[in-house]
């Protein structure tokens, strides 16, 4: 070969992903014996060498404070574990570092100054326009659970749009035309979630949409809904939450206002987060795979480092429907 083979060209020519040439090639126990033995044969046919690659790579990992706050510590919890098994497997440090959802991003190029990585991910945080010039030319930034809309960066998240489109159209599948959606923090994961449940909406006759946002004086939106729909000023038999927090404080509003879930009311959540299974009737919602989420961010580093000129690339996880009791025919 004219040039040294990359893990790309092992990739290839043993007819596996780049993310398991990296595990085969960092004796990782998740690739059996006999095919991390083949692969490293084949690098070494093929006049693999590391140069100081993947084996030894350290990336740094920026996570959102969102992570502190109640019922997100599971979600980035999970993607977390997902992203720490999957770059052990694939001989890769992380150097992980919490950050205010809202931070300066000079911080990223200190950081990149001070100790050098060979990457670096966002979780839950969105990037700036001018980000990519706070990093050194080429250095890979892979953004978790958050899109870029320049289509400037390697990302992954769950397929927000489809998912929300799926939940919205369980309340329709049940009969219901009237359906409220409960909006949070406005970043693209959760505007691909409203756009997907609108979709839905347009798609069925006779189907109306109301939107209340909940991001700021949540209890207070909440309460005057409930309110309203007391009152009989309110049309929607069916809420869709943009998350399962939304989803539970919505519930408990409710039957603290008298009215029963889903005799009055059908709500669908977001997520699968544990309280989903927590609350009575057990809340319907969609499950994120937060640990996949994770680990295709690794894979994603991996496939960078292993060709730095591959077209960039979007990765959406499936989002599956959960059964529960908070979806009921209408009557």
């Given at each position: 070969m004219d040039r040294s083979a990359n893990q790309q060209d092992v990739a290839r020519a043993a007819g596996v992903s780049v993310s398991t040439v990296s595990r085969a090639l960092a004796n990782s126990r998740s690739i059996s014996a006999e095919l991390r033995s083949h692969i490293q044969q084949l690098a070494a046919d093929l006049g693999y060498r590391a140069r100081g690659g993947m084996e030894t790579v350290s990336a740094r990992v920026y996570v959102t404070g969102n992570v502190m706050s109640g019922g997100l510590v599971s979600f980035y919890g999970a993607v977390m574990d997902g992203m720490s098994e999957a770059a052990r497997e694939g001989g890769i440090t992380l150097d992980v570092r919490l950050v205010p959802p809202v931070f300066d991003t000079e911080k990223l190029r200190r950081d990149a100054e001070d100790t050098p990585t060979g990457g670096t991910f966002l979780v839950g945080l969105d990037p700036t326009p001018g980000i990519a010039e706070l990093l050194p030319a080429g250095h890979p930034l892979i953004l978790v659970n958050g899109f870029d809309p320049e289509m400037r960066f390697d990302c992954v998240g769950p397929n927000n749009f489809f998912g929300a489109a799926s939940a919205t159209q369980r309340l329709l599948a049940a009969g219901h035309r009237h359906i409220l959606h409960l909006r949070d923090q406005v970043r693209w994961t959760t505007l691909h979630r409203q756009r997907g449940f609108e979709s839905a909406i347009?798609?069925?006759?006779?189907?109306?949409?109301?939107?209340?946002?909940?991001?700021?004086?949540?209890?207070?939106?909440?309460?005057?809904?409930?309110?309203?729909?007391?009152?009989?000023?309110?049309?929607?038999?069916?809420?869709?939450?943009?998350?399962?927090?939304?989803?539970?404080r919505f519930i408990h509003a409710m039957q603290q206002a008298g009215l029963k879930v889903p005799e009055d009311v059908s709500v669908v959540g977001f997520d699968n987060l544990p309280p989903a299974a927590m609350v009575t009737p057990r809340l319907a919602t969609m499950q994120v795979d937060c640990a996949a989420l994770g680990r295709q961010a690794i894979e994603l580093l991996q496939r960078r480092l292993a060709d730095p000129a591959a077209a960039i690339i979007q990765v959406e996880c499936r989002v599956a429907p959960v059964a529960g009791g908070t979806i009921a025919p209408l009557s």
């Open positions: 347009a798609r069925t006759e006779g189907a109306t949409a109301e939107i209340i946002d909940i991001r700021d004086h949540a209890d207070a939106a909440i309460a005057e809904a409930v309110r309203r729909k007391l009152a009989g000023a309110a049309t929607w038999t069916a809420v869709f939450a943009v998350h399962d927090n939304a989803a539970i």
